[in-house]
């Protein structure tokens, strides 16, 4: 047993939700972030059970972390948000590529199911508005799916709702993007990225032939064409600029001719 991590892991379990944050955030000591306490869950599990979605963010940027890490019963951390309806850390790890969201337990149930027993509906929105892919009708040994765990302990309201994403996912998967603020809070991080690629890169003007000039555009080309038309009049310095093409890359050609850089 690893006495730093364990100590870490003690801070975690026994800190207020509100703080678990700066815990992460203080640590100075370089941790195996994929240590099992003797209670054999890890850091991403007490995180996700504090609801800690700031601090399962930090814990998310340490190189080689297992997102998909079990507990001794077989659960991940994302399992956790489904049975203890931690809709705040599930928001986060729906957002991370790395998830693995119907991964089976022990008892062949997929995450969503304990979510849709216990009646955890704001997890499941989440999980409806992240537009991933949802097992809701595969269960192992006969047992119940999540649409009738959910009829079965009466949670009506998240049966109805597991059965219109069924019947019609993409209209579903709007209706709680909009109801959840997903897409506000898609729109303001686009913001803050725009203004971070703009305001921390603007002196690309100063040192035009710089590799990280060209590396710049080569992402921001991959932005969408309206975040491409923010930058694009950010690094001009006018809004005269204005793409008015729907080819990004004409619009960024046209940009690298008047920074006299080539892309």
């Known amino acids: 047993m690893r006495t730093e991590e364990n100590q870490f892991w003690w801070k975690i379990h026994n800190s207020k939700p509100e703080h678990v ?5 203080n640590q100075r000591i370089p941790l195996d972030v994929n240590y ?23 814990l998310l940027t340490y190189p080689n972390i297992n997102v998909n890490i079990e507990d001794e019963e077989g659960d ?22 790395r998830v693995i969201l119907n991964e089976k337990d022990r008892c062949g149930r997929p995450p969503l199911w304990y979510s849709a027993s216990s009646g955890h509906i704001d997890v499941i929105n989440e999980c409806i508005a992240s537009g991933r892919d949802l097992d809701i009708e595969n269960c192992t040994d006969g047992d119940l799916t999540v649409i009738e765990v959910a009829r079965e302990e009466r949670n009506i ?33 686009r913001f803050a990225l725009v ?16 590799k990280k000039t060209t590396r710049f555009f080569r992402i921001a080309r991959r932005l969408p064409i309206e975040i491409q038309m923010v930058l694009c009049q950010r690094l001009v310095g006018s809004t005269g600029f204005l793409v008015l093409s729907k080819d990004s890359e004409v619009a960024f050609k046209e940009l690298a001719r008047k920074l006299l850089i080539f892309v």
């Open 157 to 189: 309201e998240i049966a109805k709702l597991l059965e219109k994403y069924k019947k019609t996912p993409a209209e579903t998967i709007h209706l709680k993007r909009v109801e959840t603020g997903w897409y506000e809070r898609e729109a303001a991080e």
């Open 21 to 25: 944050r700066d815990v992460i955030f």
């Open 195 to 210: 203004i971070f690629l703009s305001d921390g890169l603007l002196e690309i003007k100063k040192y035009p032939m710089d």
């Open 76 to 97: 991940s951390p994302f399992a956790v948000c489904c049975f203890f309806g931690r809709n705040n850390c599930a928001r986060v790890l729906l957002r991370d590529h």
């Open 36 to 58: 099992r306490s003797i209670m054999n869950t890890g850091f991403l599990h007490e995180v996700c059970y504090k609801d800690g979605a700031d601090a399962l963010s930090l």
